[in-house]
């Protein structure tokens, strides 16, 4: 099923068809990403081996999670994500103002993002909700924050592939920084559509 | 294939991981908790995670060793989840 996911659509422009070695952007940014995922995967690993213990804590404080902000939040990810691929293929066809556009919409996505999950945390302390509330608070706050804190960096490198992209840092044949930055954003995507099913909806 | 089809497969991607994504919030919507529902919701996050990857991440075009990684990490968490969720 997960090998269907692309090579039902192994197919693209020719620059982006050709088969490579390596991944693309810089290898630096793929051993960040693989070592970030091995530390969500732990979050999420230890979260689902606790929750065995404690089934009615976790379902039961589930239920009190904003889910429709969880919602929009995954809808505004991918968004941003989307929006960072289309930056990345008109770069690739030397449309650099087209790329400066989506670059924008990717970066006001992520602030949505940032705004609705800012609005989540601030109902929480309003409650009096901290870490140390229950096993279930611990881990989804610890969780949460953890990748808000991976969405703000994300936000910053948007902020200076945008200004990168306006300046015509990027051109047709080298736009690998602009890849590593779009490599790094889409692994933030990735972890949290995990981490919506698994903390919201589970 | 064309740049133009690139885009148009990327804003299909685009389209079906909108579609899953709120058809997930639907079934938590539901409150019909079960196994059976945690499972297909979970499998339904790891076929986008695929996605992600395949597609957004362009791994597809990516032939050895760092075609695997992020597949790899996602089929591992299926087995710990499913292990963990199920009795």
Known sequence: MLYATGFFFNIGNEKLTKVMKYPPGDLAIWIFIMAELLVFGLFFAS???????????????????????ALWNTLALISSSYFVV????????????????????????????????TQEFAHHIDQGITLSTNTFYMFYLSMAFFHYLHVALG?????????????????????????????????????????FPLVYVM | MSTKNQTTLTTLSYAVLIGLTVATYQIGETQAHSLDIS??????????????????????????????????????????????FTP
């Not at chain 1, 990345?88 to 556009?101: G, K, P, Y």
């Not at chain 1, 945008?162 to 044949?173: D, P, T």
């Not at chain 2, 395949?54 to 710990?80: A, D, H, N």
């Open chain 1, 86 to 117: 289309q930056a990345v293929l008109a770069i690739n066809r030397a449309r650099q103002q087209q790329a400066f556009i989506f670059m924008l919409l990717a970066l006001l996505m992520g602030l949505v993002f940032m705004a609705i999950k």
């Open chain 1, 155 to 195: 936000l910053i490198v948007l902020a200076v592939l945008a200004n990168n992209i306006r300046k015509g840092c990027y051109s047709q044949h080298d736009y690998n920084g602009l890849e590593s930055g779009a490599s790094y954003w889409h692994m933030v995507d990735l972890v949290w559509i995990i981490l």
């Open chain 2, 39 to 84: 499972l297909l919701v979970f499998a339904i996050a790891i076929f986008k995670g695929g996605m992600i990857s395949e597609q957004f991440m362009q791994l597809r075009f990516v032939k050895g060793i760092w075609r695997w990684p992020i597949l790899i990490w996602l089929i591992l968490l299926s087995i710990v989840i499913y292990t963990a």
């Open chain 1, 47 to 69: 979260y689902a081996v606790t929750r065995i213990d404690n089934i009615e804590l976790f379902e039961f404080y589930q239920q009190s999670l904003d889910r429709r902000a």
